[in-house]
């Protein structure tokens, strides 16, 4: 997991949502409320159309967003948890 976000961090890619919130071990639909809250839509993150599962019918609605290299450092250091921390120690 750290492995595949130090990755995205290196390259101009977007970091996936749920990769960060598990990281971070925080629930992803308290990172989705400060992340629509806080950040630029199109900007800070994005919001793509890919549903995983090959069934319409029945379950949890999936949101796949992503999110810029920008957001996630501010994001991770907005955040109050073991790693958080540790990045913030990176960054300052």
Known sequence: MKVE??????????IDLTKIAKWLN???D???RTL???YVLNIDY?????NPFKYKRGG?????LYVSHNCFKKLVMRSDTKQAHQVCFCFT
């Open 5 to 14: 976000i130090q990755e995205s961090l290196k390259s101009n890619e977007f």
């Open 26 to 28: 925080v629930r992803k």
């Open 30 to 32: 308290n990172l989705i």
């Open 36 to 38: 629509r809250r806080t």
């Open 46 to 50: 994005i919001i793509k159309d890919e």
């Open 60 to 64: 949890n609605l999936y949101i796949a």
